[in-house]
């Protein structure tokens, strides 16, 4: 298992080269590339010579020996662009694919794409269902094509009048069963966000939603702590989640994807330059120690 980190706060500082550069140095083995920009007209990646810029990217990853393993697809359209027809057909959907495409070149194993769930949820769950299943198949030929597996995640809503927390998409076990068994496709997999398990609605913990994926259906992970109340992104050991446990259960599932940060980091990477290396090296540290827990509960071979 390869203790990975999502890029985005570390490429604030630096470029990708060097970003690469320091999280090997902090003891990091590969890395979860966001292609999250590419709401944006302007991204990089969405101009004609994007395929040049992922390969002179996958060719710097695999001369630093730090892989791209997962990455993350765009999410932030508005609800008015997804359900504009003609904004999700000639920009929309096509930016999705790509996302694939670019994710293939990169060499990820993984594309996490939330599912579509920025109308209400409560009482409309069955039509929401089926509009993510169609969602969700229009991608999985691109998925094969360019052989990089969709990671569906568990989400969650904030209630618009009463502004706290509520239940979303996949959240309930159950229903994140429904669908990667539903999909059934060798191109889908689930991406559990610890983190988002561990908010108010939730009426479960980590460990049992990792038990009940399993091995065959759970395929990435969002490493993330909080304190049971806000989605916060804190570093493990930060927040009241229980590390030894969801070490446990991966161990006991016999989990072969990678063990993928998504923390803010706001605690190291908002601080001086000298600090820097010392934080990255504590999350490693912190990463490396769960790994460990980790493989040390695998069935015995």
């Given amino acids: 298992m390869k203790l990975s980190t999502n890029m985005g706060n570390i490429m604030c500082r630096y470029d990708f080269a060097e970003s690469i550069d320091r999280m090997k140095a902090a003891g990091f083995e590969a890395m979860d590339y966001s292609l999250m920009d590419m709401v944006d007209d302007n991204c990089p990646y969405n101009q004609d010579d994007y395929r040049a810029l992922a390969e002179s990217e996958r060719a710097i990853s695999d001369a630093k020996g730090i892989p791209v393993t997962q990455t993350h697809a765009p999410f932030t359209f508005s609800a008015a662009q997804w359900d504009d027809p003609v904004y999700y057909n ?75 927390i509520v239940a979303d998409v996949c959240s309930s076990v159950s229903e994140f069963i429904r669908y990667i068994d539903t999909l059934n496709s060798p191109w889908i997999t689930a991406c559990l966000d610890v983190g988002h398990v561990a908010l108010p609605f939730s009426e479960t913990t980590a460990a049992d939603v990792i038990r009940a994926l399993g091995h065959d259906r759970l395929g990435a992970l969002h490493i993330h702590d909080n304190d049971y109340t806000r989605d916060q992104h804190n570093l493990p050991y930060m927040g009241k989640l229980d590390w030894p446990e969801i070490a446990k259960a991966l161990g006991e599932i016999d989990y072969k994807g990678d063990f993928t940060y998504e923390v803010n980091g706001l605690f190291i990477f908002d601080r001086d330059e000298g600090f820097l290396p010392i934080g990255l090296k504590f999350m490693a540290d912190v990463g490396h120690h769960i790994v460990d827990m980790v493989e040390a509960a695998r069935p015995a071979k």
Avoid at 108 to 132: D, L, M, Q
Avoid at 143 to 162: H, S, T, W
């Fill in 90 to 164: 000639e920009v929309l959907f096509p930016r999705m694919v790509r996302c694939l495409e670019i994710s293939g070149i990169l060499g990820a194993k993984v594309c996490v794409v939330h599912p579509i769930h920025h109308t209400t949820y409560r009482g409309h769950e069955e039509e929401i269902f089926e509009r993510n299943m169609a969602y969700y198949r229009s991608l999985i030929p691109y998925a094969e094509k360019y052989g990089v597996k969709i990671g569906v995640e568990n989400m969650f809503q904030r209630d618009p009048l009463r502004k706290y």
